[in-house]
């Protein structure tokens, strides 16, 4: 069963804190991603991962940093997170030839 | 980029087809068309896609229109677990760049009725 798992579901924090959020996937896709999406909102696109220590930065990278190690794993870190970062996370994998994102369930985060 | 204009809602009651409308009229030639859907408190789901013919899955079936400028999800024996809102998006064909990002509009909050 394809599936991408996002830990933790739900995070607190506070301002000035740092905030690690992991992804995983299971299908060996190569492209790996992280989108927020907040209330009323679509999807905006923080970072993309083509492979492995291959990260590009999507159109809200400011404020965010990403690491790829490993294939099936894309974490997603907050350098001194900020209230306006409270979203929800998602994380996304792909791979050719369809390119069908498939998401995880999404994180949300809570930064007072 | 690219747009398209959904519906905001559309009603349904259980076991009725759902025709789903999207609108494109500006969509270029290497651009597909997806939908996704997403119930609250979940992650987008992928549906389906389609360049220029029709398709079908176990999901949906989408009708393209002859010059692209519109398609329709058609949702067949639809259930309470329908119930979300559908995305209808354009993303270019070459992998990479752009080609990789998908821009979730506001989509069609499909209700379902027992």
């Known amino acids: 069963d394809m599936k991408v798992t996002q830990m933790p579901r739900y995070l607190i924090k506070r301002m000035g804190e740092n905030v690690l959020l992991e992804c995983g996937q299971d299908?060996?896709?190569?492209?790996m991603y992280w989108y927020r999406q907040d209330p009323g909102l679509g999807l905006q696109l923080i970072y993309i991962?083509?492979?492995?220590?291959?990260?590009s930065e999507g159109d809200i990278p400011k404020g965010y940093r990403v690491s790829r190690k490993k294939r099936e794993h894309f974490s997603l870190i907050l350098d001194s997170a900020k209230t306006n970062q409270t979203s929800v996370y998602f994380c996304a994998s792909s791979s050719p030839p369809a390119y069908e994102q498939y998401f995880g369930p999404g994180t949300r985060l809570t930064v007072l | 980029d690219a747009k398209t204009t959904q519906p905001d809602s559309m009603e349904s009651t259980e076991g009725e087809t759902v025709h789903l409308p999207c609108s494109h009229a500006t969509i270029s030639g290497n651009e597909y068309i997806y939908w996704y859907r997403q119930v609250p408190l979940q992650g987008p789901e992928y549906v389906t896609h389609?360049?220029?013919q029709n398709t079908t899955n176990s999901m949906a079936f989408l009708a393209i229109a002859s010059d692209r400028k519109s398609s329709t999800l058609i949702l067949t024996h639809v259930s309470l677990r329908d119930a979300a809102v559908y995305h209808c998006?354009?993303?270019?064909?070459?992998?990479?760049?752009?080609?990789?990002?998908?821009?979730f509009g506001t989509g069609t909050l499909l209700s379902v009725k027992p």
């Open positions: 299908m060996s896709h190569e492209t």
């Open positions: 389609g360049l220029q």
């Open positions: 991962s083509y492979d492995v220590d291959s990260n």
């Open positions: 998006i354009l993303r270019a064909s070459y992998y990479g760049g752009s080609g990789n990002k998908l821009i």
